[in-house]
């Protein structure tokens, strides 16, 4: 007994001692990944020396000796930190996935080769201005570099993922920088999702005067109804409850979230609104959540002078940010820059189409897509006058398109001579407002609103190709439409001039929180879905408290967590349930309930993630949503997870008759708007009950409301996923102007899934006052300290300097890396 003791412990103790070599090792093998951010080193493609200091944040401060030697250093830069999230993105852009991860992205793979935007990018190369496309060669060459010097070194590969996921690396191209900003295009439009769902809703609902509730118009003039869908597409009817295929749910894939599109803030003050006498600009653009982040900030010094701000790693620009002169920030513009159109087929040849002039054949192409694993797939890509045909298999297109019928797209960002880049370039070296706003111009795909100040105005202006549609178009652009009928049909682009356009306002300040900007008849309406109709009145009030605004003020209002939604809508759903009755004993519904609504009746709508409100609140209007869409949409119901607070207040309000989704079209008596309330306010307090106890008073928002920074690819893998997965708990929530958009579904359906990647907030009387943050932090590579050092910063409401003076950057840099070119 006392040998096997012995020996079992000998194993024991050597099977420690080799788990100990082998992380040990691994931990080798996946930490020589990490750059050096303090060295010398020789390098063809650039001209002159490339300086990159990187400051206490690493945030690298890059010195060139021309602009193109500048962006040879952002390339270098983006690739020594985010070399895997480049990669992927490109390969997503290209429909290239699967050859890494196999089968399961496959469906990623199809609908990305059938936009063919990577075709596009290359095609656009051409078009930009000749300082684009220099700025493009170079950034192209400071990656490559950076993949030289990996191979050359035996740099870990690169990443760490590149370890799992091993594949060649391509070297880097002018083509991949523009294919990303498509990419951001598709991460940015929502209108094909929304079509295909009007169009299901439409014919889905018995009494079509509910489409009007359920998939309301933002506040303001409404427009004459639309067709009936079936009229339009007869047998489409008879598809409302065709099986559909599982969508692409990857985190990988660009759709995995798309249902949130683009939301974003910015706002500016005049000086005259100012208290520094000088003009404020704020922006926080809003995006999926991921680790690392999308943003990745930077410094660059041009000949025309330093800019700072975000960057997306893969595009040599900065996005949103300042120079000395002119401060620029985006926002999602929600411009209708989409339209499907159902075609006709020929009976007797199926590969031809209707056109108003007759049939004609589609223009068809094949595409491989190689898989790991597996064997190679085929596809048969074709287009019609009016854009890529997608299969039945995308977006639910399967339940909207009648047999002999397919579906095509048509959409600005399927451009391929797409100069956003260019206009991206020109904004970041213009001077003036105005000079900014006319290299909006050239702006293609995504269309965003670009608010911009200079010392002494503020403006904003909605940029990005807005199609030319016929006033007797069919559908408006709201559902599908016929693609045969002529008057339905795109007739080009609208000039630059009919992009909305504010400047200089009479009050001083103006902003966007992606809601409506303006109220125009169609076809000059700019849009008929908008990203926000809440969150604008919350920062009108701010706005209007004060005379001048600060710095801080600016950022107090990026870090509001107060509802107006809870506020105006708490009144209404409960009207009837306050302080009703006696009060009901312990342990029974009706005391839980009472406490419930005890709590509200006290609450100012501040979604604190410390607060028990928020929960019971963002429960209650949950499951109101669904009491009400359910029984009147069956399946679809779960396409409306969100609650909408214009179709709630409608039917609260009994608007045009809305308080018909009250009654249950199943029960034999006719239930009040009540008494929906009140079950649903019950159903919530059963599902906070099983999931975080019956203690009310106990409960926190923020352990709901956790912010998922996910890793994309090893977020997944067990025991991984906590090393390299960040969660915080959050405040905020749907439609507060911190933003914190909740997942909507699954066992954690208020999950901080979609917000703001980046907070900026400048200030021109004192530039160097400008602060700015991002969500987690500089580096991709997990077993970096800058992998997640911003994050709780971030979480806190904290940021960091945002200082053009070199001296600064060096005083307390991490690293100074010198870039020399190669003799010749």
């Not at 095609?123 to 570099?145: F, H, I, K, M, P």
């Not at 990988?252 to 000088?278: D, E, I, V």
């Not at 809601?515 to 008929?528: A, G, I, W, Y």
Request: charged share 20%; glycine share 8%.
């Amino acid at each position: 007994m006392a040998l096997i003791f012995k020996w079992l412990l000998r194993l024991t103790g050597g099977a420690i001692v080799l788990a100990l070599i082998a992380v040990l090792v691994l931990y080798f093998l996946l930490s020589r990944s990490l750059p050096d951010y303090d060295k010398r080193l020789t390098v063809a493609g650039t001209s002159t020396p490339v300086e990159i200091v990187r400051d206490n944040a690493n945030v690298p401060h890059i010195f060139g000796g021309n602009d193109a030697d500048t962006f040879f250093g952002l390339g270098y830069a983006h690739a020594q930190d985010r070399l895997w999230q480049m990669v992927t993105l490109r390969r997503t852009v290209q429909g290239r996935l699967s050859e890494v991860f196999g089968a399961r992205t496959i469906e990623i793979d199809k609908l990305m080769r059938r936009f063919a935007l990577y075709d596009l990018a290359r095609r656009s190369v051409a078009a930009q201005d000749a300082a684009t496309q220099e700025a493009l060669t170079a950034y192209a060459a400071g990656v490559n570099a950076r993949l030289a010097e990996i191979n050359q070194e035996a740099l870990g590969r690169g990443a760490p993922e590149m370890f799992l996921f091993n594949a060649p690396v391509a070297p880097w191209q002018p083509a991949d920088s523009i294919a990303i900003i498509k990419l951001m295009a598709v991460q940015l439009s929502s209108h094909l999702e929304n079509e295909v769902l009007y169009a299901r809703a439409s014919l889905e609902l018995d009494d079509e005067a509910r489409l009007a509730d359920i998939m309301p118009l933002a506040p303001g003039s409404g427009i004459a109804a639309l067709p009936d869908y079936a009229a339009l597409m007869p047998g489409a009817r008879a598809l409302r409850h065709a099986s559909l295929p599982e969508r692409p749910r990857d985190p990988l894939s660009p759709f995995h979230k798309r249902a949130f599109a683009g939301a974003s803030n910015a706002w500016a003050a005049a000086p005259a609104r100012s208290a520094s006498g000088g003009t404020l600009l704020a922006n926080d653009p809003h995006l999926g959540f991921s680790a690392p982040s999308i943003w990745y900030l930077a410094r660059l010094q041009l000949d025309s002078g330093g800019v700072i701000g975000g960057t997306i790693p893969g595009v040599p620009v900065v996005m949103t940010g300042r120079s000395h002169d002119l401060g620029w920030a985006i926002t999602s513009s929600y411009m209708d820059d989409q339209d499907i159109f159902i075609e006709k087929l020929n009976p007797d040849n199926p590969a031809e189409y209707l056109t108003p002039e007759g049939h004609k054949p589609f223009r068809t192409e094949r595409s491989i897509i190689h898989i790991k694993d597996a064997d190679p797939v085929t596809l048969t890509l074709r287009w019609s006058d009016n854009g890529p045909i997608l299969p039945g298999s995308h977006y639910d297109l399967a339940t909207i398109t009648p047999p002999g019928h397919v579906a095509a797209l048509s959409w600005t960002a399927l451009s391929d001579a797409d100069t956003t880049m260019s206009a991206g370039m020109s904004i970041m070296h213009a001077k003036t407002v105005e000079t900014a706003l006319d290299a909006g111009r050239l702006y293609v795909a995504p269309s965003q609103n670009l608010t911009l100040v200079d010392q002494d105005t503020i403006a904003m202006k909605t940029v990005g190709a807005m199609p030319r549609r016929n006033a007797r178009h069919d559908t408006q652009g709201r559902m599908p439409a016929r693609g045969w009928v002529r008057q339905n049909r795109w007739q080009g682009i609208s000039p630059y001039s009919a992009n909305p356009e504010f400047v200089a306002p009479a009050g001083g300040v103006l902003g966007n929180t992606n809601n409506k900007t303006v109220d125009r008849p169609f076809p000059l309406h700019v849009s008929f879905l908008w990203g926000d109709t809440q969150r604008v009145y919350r920062w009108r009030k701010l706005m209007q408290n004060r005379e001048v605004h600060t710095r801080d003020s600016f950022i107090e209002a990026q870090l509001d967590t107060v509802s107006f939604t809870a506020r105006s809508l708490l009144p209404l759903i409960g009207a009837d349930l306050w302080f009703t009755g006696e009060a009901a004993p312990d342990g029974t519904p009706e005391r839980q309930r009472q406490r419930a609504l005890d709590l509200l009746s006290e609450w100012n709508g501040e979604m604190n993630e410390h607060l028990p409100e928020p929960l019971i609140y963002a429960a209650w209007l949950r499951a109101l949503q669904d009491r009400l869409t359910r029984d009147d949409l069956g399946p679809l119901a779960h396409e409306f997870s969100h609650p909408d607070p214009v179709f709630i207040e409608r039917v609260y309000r009994d608007i045009d008759g809305a308080a018909a989704w009250c009654d249950v079209r199943q029960s034999t008596r006719v239930e009040s708007c009540t008494d929906i309330s009140r079950m649903a306010l019950d159903d919530a307090l059963v599902w906070i009950n099983e999931t975080y106890g019956t203690a009310l008073e106990s409960l926190r928002w923020g352990d709901a409301h956790q912010a998922t920074h996910d890793h994309q690819v090893l977020g997944e893998v067990p025991l991984l996923r906590y090393f390299v997965n960040i969660r915080q708990s959050t405040s905020g929530g749907d439609h507060t102007l911190l933003r914190g958009r909740t997942k909507g579904t699954g066992p954690d359906p208020f999950q901080n899934v979609h917000g703001a990647g980046y907070r900026g907030v400048y200030d021109f009387a004192d530039p160097d006052s400008s602060v700015f943050i991002v969500s987690t932090g500089q580096s991709g590579h997990f077993l970096s300290r800058h992998y997640d050092d911003m994050a709780q910063l971030w979480r806190r409401g904290e940021y960091i300097p945002m200082s053009l003076d070199p001296e600064l950057a060096r005083a307390a840099a991490v690293g100074i890396t010198v870039l020399e070119p190669l003799a010749r």
